[in-house]
């Protein structure tokens, strides 16, 4: 969008502006013009027919790159530094001797606190402590450790003296699984059964039935799991000792409670023993046939909603339909209105009449002029208002200015002189450059 006059923002701010982003300064400069430079990575000013940096100058002389590269290199921290520094404070920096200079004490090694400075000025770490050098050494708790290099607590030397100081009772491995001695475990961790009295595992518990022994014993009881059913050893099979009774609807199975529970409330409701229609005087039983008039809808046609066929007249005039009519005149109304419709759409002057037609058509409502055809002052040599003579006869008017060429939109300065014309800013310019357009 191109603005050919000066823009006033009476002191308001200018927000989120951008200046022009350019690789190379532009062409046909004026003063006071700016744009910043992408290459250059500066904002930039036209004055006194040269570009200068707007940003990198001081006491009017204009920085040099390499000045311009330190700037930008330098820190917030680092320019703090600066601030205060007097004459007197830098000669006395100028005078410190350098670390090279004698013996100075070397950082302290705040990290690792287990060093110490050695005669020759420098941090060495403490040894560990072995069985062949002197070192610093750490203490283990633990009376199960087997380092070399640690040394044990004191709680930890009183733990193992206690431990070995405790007397343990010898056991004699002929004791286990004998007479009077004691019961040994399988490779399970358990008594074997034959350590066990024969009472103790009368009943035996596997996970499902294929899981019991190929050979049962008798006097044993098996139980599944996985069924909850029980198990005896018959000699050459294992027998239900009691039978499920499965549920169903034979002479061999139960009836399902739930099922009886439903008959049992049907049982205790009450029952239609007869019917009687609307106008009919006894009941009747049986299989009885009730018919529209039984119930009052004799007058109700039985068949589909899109198949009804009410019959109306058409009113002989327009109008509302009432609350309560009666659906054929109700019916008759719509056909009226409907009527009423088609003819008007078949109409060809709608709303208006043939007179009120031809004056909407004399209408002017719309100038457009290239500036080469105003008067002989529109085309001068310089900046300045023309005038636009649209003849609209109402000050009522929208202007817009066009580049002739570019086909590009021209915002600029209009106002308007009365009923028949405007002015408008032009700048100097060729004829026929400016195209504009007032609507009124």
């Known amino acids: ?165 405790h007397s343990h009772p010898y056991l004699a491995t002929s004791l286990k699984g004998a007479k009077n001695g004691v019961a040994s475990l399988d490779e399970n961790g358990l008594v074997p059964s034959s350590q066990l009295p024969s009472y103790v595992d009368d009943v035996l518990e596997y996970d499902k039935l294929a899981s019991f022994p190929k050979t049962g014993e008798s006097g044993k009881i098996y139980v599944a799991q996985d069924s909850n059913k029980t198990y005896r050893w018959s000699g050459t099979a294992y027998v239900e000792i009691s039978a499920s009774l499965a549920l169903g609807e034979t002479s061999s199975t139960a009836y399902r409670g739930d099922y009886g529970k439903i008959a049992y409330d ?67 109304k719509i056909s009226r209105a409907i009527t009423s419709l088609i003819s008007h759409l078949a109409d060809g002057t709608r709303h208006i009449t043939a007179a009120e037609r031809t004056a909407w058509n004399a209408k002017t409502g719309k100038f457009t002029g290239i500036n080469e055809n105003y008067s002989t002052s529109d085309d001068n040599a310089s900046s300045g208002w023309v005038t636009v003579a649209h003849g609209l006869n109402t000050e009522d008017v929208v202007v817009s200015v066009w580049d002739a060429n570019d086909k590009n939109m021209i915002t600029t300065d209009i106002s308007i002189v009365d009923a028949n014309a405007v002015m408008v800013w032009l700048p100097k310019a060729d004829a026929g450059t400016y195209k504009i357009t007032v609507i009124g």
Do not use: C
């Open 1 to 165: 969008m191109q603005f050919l006059s000066p823009i006033d923002l009476s002191k308001n701010e200018l927000q989120n502006a951008r200046i022009q982003n350019l690789a190379t300064a532009p062409t046909s400069p004026v003063d006071g013009q700016m744009y910043y430079d992408t290459t250059l990575k500066t904002l930039r000013v036209y004055a006194s027919g040269t570009w200068k940096d707007a940003l990198y100058s001081y006491g009017g002389q204009t920085l040099t790159a390499d000045d311009r590269a330190k700037l930008n290199a330098a820190s917030l921290t680092e320019f703090g530094y600066l601030k205060g520094v007097t004459s007197a404070i830098q000669t006395q920096l100028n005078g410190k001797a350098s670390t090279s200079h004698g013996y100075h004490v070397p950082t302290p090694q705040t990290a690792d606190a287990r060093k110490f400075l050695r005669n020759d000025n420098t941090w060495q770490s403490l040894p560990a402590a072995s069985t062949s050098e002197t070192g610093i050494v750490q203490l283990n708790d633990n009376i199960n450790s087997t380092s070399a290099t640690q040394a044990a607590t004191a709680n930890a030397v009183k733990k193992a003296y206690d431990k070995a100081n």
């Open 266 to 332: 049907h049982s205790q409701k009450a029952h239609v023993t007869g019917v009687k229609g609307d106008s009919e005087t006894a009941y009747r039983t049986g299989q009885v046939n009730i018919t529209k008039a039984n119930v009052g809808l004799g007058n109700v046609p039985n068949v589909a909603t899109n198949d009804q066929t009410p019959t109306y007249t058409a009113a002989s005039a327009n109008a509302n339909l009432t609350s309560g009519e009666k659906l054929s005149i109700a019916m008759g």
